[in-house]
């Protein structure tokens, strides 16, 4: 199983160590820790652990402009995507004008160096279809992902039209979460990833954990074999992720 999207590092994890330990213990091969910030982005890959790879973002929550130099400089050899980065109408802590800036200098850096791009939208589906089209085309492959899909499954179908996954984690598994699965149950498994979103988002029935991790990720594939109900789904997803994220 390869973790799309977690948020593995010391901050969350002071014993990350043992923690990792655990997580390889439950099957995953390979972890994807994405950048929220211009500190993480630079201070998560100096941990240095053969199951973690490394994306480099701002997350649409971050305050400040962002010039497309300033962040590539952040960009190695060992950089396998570019984000998290979109646009979040749920949590507007600044002005849509900056999120949409921010999100578009991002994909011109992800198209200039052939990383795909790992999207966060939020209440805002509508605008990142029109922001995306804006660069991808129709029949477009391995583009990037949508992580914590959610939302119309019309708006989302076109989206991956342009060559985008969409991710899944522990809302899924959620009593309330009916949406999702739904939407699940309705995407072709060849276009579905899965991530923990660790340390948020713990699935049922671990729901109760305060802290999650990626060893939880077989809860969430285990609630997608049983709502897609098709062989090979758990090797469908792996090739999924290595497709997308050429590890």
């Not at 922001?131 to 477009?140: E, F």
């Not at 179908?157 to 939407?183: C, M, P």
Request: hydrophobic share 35%.
């Amino acid at each position: 199983m390869i973790d799309t999207h977690a948020h593995i590092n010391k901050e969350y994890y002071p014993q990350i160590d043992d923690v990792l330990k655990k997580i390889i213990e439950s099957g995953v091969e390979k972890i994807i820790v994405p950048g929220t910030s211009i500190q993480d982005s630079r201070e998560n890959p100096l941990y240095k652990n053969d199951i973690l790879y490394y994306a480099v973002g701002i997350h649409p929550s971050e305050k400040y402009p962002i010039e497309k130099k300033e962040i590539e400089k952040l960009v190695s050899k060992n950089t396998i995507a570019i984000g998290e980065c979109g646009l979040d109408y749920f949590y507007p802590v600044h002005s849509l004008e900056l999120q949409e800036k921010n999100f578009r200098v991002q994909i011109e850096l992800s198209i200039e160096k052939n990383l795909p791009l790992i999207v966060h939208t939020r209440e805002a589906l509508t605008d990142t279809l029109k922001i995306l089209k804006d660069y991808y085309k129709k029949g477009d492959e391995n583009k990037g992902v949508i992580h914590s899909a959610s939302g119309d499954i019309k708006i989302l179908e076109k989206i991956e039209d342009l060559g985008f996954y969409l991710s899944f984690n522990g809302i899924s598994t959620f009593k309330n979460a009916k949406n999702i699965r739904d939407l699940i149950i309705n995407t072709d498994i060849k276009k579905i990833l899965i991530e923990t979103d660790s340390p948020f988002l713990t699935p049922e029935p671990k729901r109760q954990e305060k802290i999650n991790t990626s060893a939880n990720l077989h809860y969430i594939l285990e609630n997608i074999e049983k709502l897609k109900n098709e062989p090979y789904i758990k090797e469908i997803i792996y090739n999924n992720s290595k497709n997308l994220f050429k590890i």
